[in-house]
């Protein structure tokens, strides 16, 4: 799934690592979120600051599952305050966690842990502190692209 734009911060990197637990205890398996992909497409799936919805920073021209994970490039606009700061932390290297927002729609118990099966993925926040360490993001033609 993807779309083809120029203008922008771009950036990429990993919204979710394949068996990986959050610091919340939950676990996503891959294929998890396929038929939410399936179902909206990139454009369903709204890049926000910090999980607020009125902070729209971006949006998603790529995300697919892969061997490692839930792998997303998009790109940072300037279109409001909130935008310009974020690209500016980004590019300062001051912001690049990636935390997901979804509803659960198949889990299952192993001890402590919640495996997610299948998500409805509504959107993805670029996060100082992200819930799952290793979903974190770069910005292309930076040192430290994901």
Sequence with gaps: MEVIAEEGLRI???????????LNGDVVVRGAFADSLAKTGVQGVRMLHQHEARSVVGVWDRIEED??????????????AEARFAAALSRAGALDGLSIGFCSHKARRDGRLRVLVAVELWEVSLVT???LPGARFGVLGSQTVV
């Design 129 to 131: 502190f992200p819930m």
């Design 12 to 22: 990429r990197g990993y919204a979710s690592l394949w068996n990986v637990a959050d």
């Design 67 to 80: 061997e490692r994970g839930l792998y997303v490039e998009g790109r940072v606009m300037d279109w409001s």
